[in-house]
């Protein structure tokens, strides 16, 4: 029986909504907790006993929600929650673990805790080693559509993403650029997070393409490749010591 229920989310409204679908659909359970970003997420596992259900946003601000798997032993059942339709949803079907398409409604909801309720923990501890294993064969190459053709560009070519009026782009060490049909967010997730870090909501930088730190005011830290960028990459106070522990690792 589900008892307890931890929420990752780092929109407000959707965590509120998520509380009160929970309400209806498992009015017996209690939401033990609620985090909003990768780091607080782990500190909080760390902190406290595992809950009987996980409901998991994929794209949190400061990267995917598939990087705590690399700092913590889920043995929790988790439903995965995402407003995109592509790459992470089939990585789900292969592994049998549900997952809530946004906007979230009751019945979604109840769907994906009937489907859970039929899983043994064995299976339910099986799925979710599947899922590490399978959040671990990163992109290597991107196809560009260019007319009518289909342009590969290799990803350790690539020395940042940024976003430009809602349309994302590459910006390779030669100094070009190429336009990616594909949200941040789904590029992040694609990317192998040693060599990739998500620095703020516009870019997402390369390790080996960083030339320069700086501190900037506020506690922040700046940042400079080593190819010119449409402005500058901040680093936000609240994320400098994951920063920090990404680049020196």
């Not at 946004?102 to 769907?111: A, C, G, N, Q, Y």
């Not at 080996?208 to 106070?237: D, H, Q």
Request: hydrophobic share 45%.
């Amino acid at each position: 029986m589900i008892k307890s229920i931890l929420i990752i989310e780092d929109e407000a409204v959707a965590a509120d909504n998520l509380k009160r679908l929970l309400a209806k659909v498992l009015p017996e359970a209690t939401v033990v907790g609620t985090t909003q970003s990768i780091e607080e997420s782990v500190e909080w596992f760390e902190a406290n006993p595992m809950p009987d259900l996980c409901l998991m946003d994929i794209h949190l601000a400061d990267g995917s929600s598939f990087r705590i798997f690399d700092k913590v032993r889920l043995t929790c059942p988790i439903i995965f929650s995402t407003a995109y339709d592509q790459y992470a949803l089939d990585a789900f079907k292969v592994n049998s673990i549900d997952y809530l398409l946004k906007p979230i409604s009751v019945d979604d909801l109840r769907r994906a805790v009937g489907k859970l309720n039929q899983l043994s923990a064995a299976s339910q501890s099986e799925a979710i080693a599947r899922l590490g294993e399978s959040m671990r064969r990163y992109r290597s190459h991107f196809l560009v559509p260019v007319r009518d053709k289909l342009i590969p560009i290799e990803v350790r070519e690539v020395a940042c993403f940024y976003l430009e009026d809602k349309i994302s782009r590459a910006i390779m060490y030669d100094g070009h650029q190429q336009t990616i049909d594909k949200p941040l967010d789904s590029i992040m997730e694609q990317l192998d997070p040693s060599h990739f870090f998500r620095a703020n909501r516009q870019f997402i930088v390369a390790h080996k393409a960083i030339r320069e730190i700086s501190v900037w005011p506020i506690s922040k830290l700046s940042i400079t490749l080593s190819v010119p960028t449409p402005e500058r990459i901040i680093i936000s106070k609240a994320r400098v010591q994951e920063f920090k522990t990404w680049y020196t690792q």
